[in-house]
């Protein structure tokens, strides 16, 4: 049965995770009528892990031959308006129609769990890859809070702090529970590491370039001498870094209406680690923590 979710609309629990209506439906489109290429590049993301980001780091890397870095289409458009979001252009137009007509190598991103997928693209015959980013549940949760606020309407009273923090810490949140979306990527990144490369937002925000690297040899287009020598890793790490897009007029863009419910602007707040401090109280933190290390035990897996 559906249950009342806080961010903006009804979420349904289906195979173990928290689905809104367009998420569910998408996620059966895909299922039904989705034909992976071998070229395919999937960004997957629990909603503020760090999309935008890397968004725009895969399809700089990917198409860094394509584009002067002075006239970058990053500096025109928002980065999904350049990797695809997948389940969102599959119901929008309630069928794979759009996508279908993409040239490849198509870059698409998707936020549903990887057990949610189609086989078609998580067997290992299938050569589509999955670049995942995870990130902090204190700092995810408070960016998901702030986020759900930004576009809840003027005429209801804001999300209360607490009330979002117990649906997160139960689970329920969009594509949540939030720790068994991890699991399931981070599980196959070490079954399938060929096709499922996992990073977490802290080490690419501490080791940008490092993690440039990784992606471009994970998706075989690997820095070349040459690249190195003219910089082309720190010429991305700067493209894509918060301060540059965040500043980016097309990405200061505020409008919203029923079209597009969440505007450019909404992507970008703080794109720090551990604002987390700001808003938690030490025993929410403790709390979160608690649940976190419940979540994991046993799995070999940390968010350090
Ligand atoms: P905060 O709310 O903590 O600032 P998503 O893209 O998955 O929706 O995630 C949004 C979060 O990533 C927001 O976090 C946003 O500010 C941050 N972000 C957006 N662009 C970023 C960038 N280029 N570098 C680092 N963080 C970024």
């Not at 700089?60 to 584009?67: D, E, K, P, T, Y």
């Not at 965040?246 to 990405?251: A, G, I, L, P, T």
């Not at 987390?276 to 030490?282: A, C, E, G, I, K």
Request: aromatic share 12%; net charge neutral.
């Amino acid at each position: 049965p559906p249950s009342k979710g806080w961010w903006l609309d009804q979420l349904f629990h289906y195979h173990g995770f928290w689905l809104s209506t367009f998420a569910l439906r998408g996620s059966m489109l895909l299922h039904d009528h989705f034909k992976p290429r071998p070229t395919d590049i999937i960004v997957a993301t629990s909603p503020k892990c760090g999309t935008t980001w890397l968004r725009a780091l895969v399809f700089s890397i990917v198409n860094r031959h394509s584009f002067d870095f002075s006239d970058h289409p990053l500096s025109k458009m928002n980065p999904q308006e350049l990797v695809f979001f997948l389940e969102g252009a599959i119901y929008i137009d309630g069928s794979t129609s759009f996508v279908d007509g993409l040239p490849s190598p198509r870059l698409l991103s998707t936020h549903l769990p990887y057990s949610l997928l189609p086989k078609s693209m998580t067997d290992d015959a299938s050569d589509c890859r999955f670049v995942y980013i995870c990130r902090d549940p204190k700092d995810v949760f408070i960016s998901k809070w702030h986020f759900a606020n930004k576009l809840r309407s003027k005429h209801l009273p804001p999300i209360a702090l607490e009330e979002a923090f117990d649906s997160f810490c139960k689970g329920v949140s969009h594509y949540g529970p939030f720790w068994d979306h991890v699991l399931g990527y981070w599980k196959a990144s070490l079954e399938s590491p060929k096709k499922v490369l996992f990073l977490k937002y802290e080490d690419v925000k501490k080791q940008p370039s490092d993690c440039v690297r990784k992606v471009a040899e994970f998706l075989e287009v690997p820095f070349s001498p040459e690249e190195e020598s003219k910089e082309m890793v720190e010429e991305i790490v700067k493209l894509c870094s918060f301060e540059n897009m965040s500043n980016q007029e097309v990405n200061k863009n505020a409008t919203r209406n029923s079209g597009r419910p969440i505007s450019n602007s909404d992507f970008f707040r703080k794109g720090e680690v551990g604002d987390w401090v700001n808003h938690l109280s030490p025993q929410m933190a403790e709390a979160l923590d608690h649940i976190t290390e419940q979540k994991l035990q046993g799995t070999g897996f940390n968010f350090r």
